[in-house]
């Protein structure tokens, strides 16, 4: 089952933040998070493991609430350069499942 | 460097035909999967393998085959192409079990169109 991604879309000028969700109907053992450009394959931006970690990615970050099976992208400080589709993926036995992601415009 | 390479980048297929997308990783990894990206749809598990001679099917495996023969190589099929196959098709590979610091690595996409 894929996971549940919101907002679609998010626009926003340079210097303001933004905040991406993900949440599953499943436990889970992880989440991933991915940005794609538009004609490019995704990138990896980082995982998340059980134990509701934060990580950090330039001035990206997210959060990972195993209880209520939920993620969350941070964006700080948005660049011209964060704007993309933003995947969350999500483990489910030996397979990875990913949100049908957020399309983030950064404009000048 | 080549990490995960997909051949070919494009195609177009007329409705009946057939066709192998072909996915060649370097990097020793057990784990491969295909996806397909529509729009609004994100990323869709086609099939998967966790490791040489094993495949698996994902959220939509209808219309498709796989094949890993080798370990560096994960095959996708298609043996009738129908024009709701147009898509673009992603491979994927990764080296550890799940719950593990393992990112994907993607390739660069193979554009399928069927007429």
């Known amino acids: 089952q894929q996971p549940v991604q919101s907002p679609q879309a998010v626009i926003l000028r340079e210097g303001e933040d933004a905040v991406i969700n993900c949440s599953s109907s499943?436990?889970?053992?992880?989440v991933h998070w991915y940005r794609q450009k538009h004609g490019e394959a995704p990138v990896f931006l980082m995982i998340l493991l059980k134990g509701g970690e934060q990580k950090g990615h330039e001035k990206i970050s997210a959060s990972f609430n195993e209880k209520k099976q939920q993620s969350s992208l941070y964006l700080t400080a948005s660049q011209l350069s964060y704007s993309g589709t933003y995947f969350c993926?999500?483990?489910?036995?030996?397979?990875?499942?990913f949100g049908a992601g957020t399309r983030l415009t950064v404009k000048p | 460097n080549a990490g995960v390479t997909q051949t070919p980048k494009f195609r177009v297929l007329k409705t009946g035909q057939s066709m192998t997308l072909l996915c060649a990783q370097d990097m020793n990894h057990e784990y491969m999967y295909w996806y397909r990206q529509d729009p609004g749809m994100g990323l869709r598990l086609i099939h998967y393998s966790v490791g040489e001679g094993t495949t698996a099917k994902g959220e939509v495996p209808d219309g498709y085959n796989v094949s890993r023969l080798k370990k560096q190589n994960f095959l996708l099929g298609l043996e009738s192409a129908a024009p709701s196959q147009t898509s673009v098709y992603f491979c994927a590979s990764s080296s550890l079990r799940q719950g593990t610091n393992s990112p994907l690595h993607f390739g660069n996409g193979t554009r399928l169109t069927v007429t």
């Open positions: 499943k436990a889970l053992y992880s």
């Open positions: 993926g999500t483990e489910e036995d030996n397979d990875m499942r």
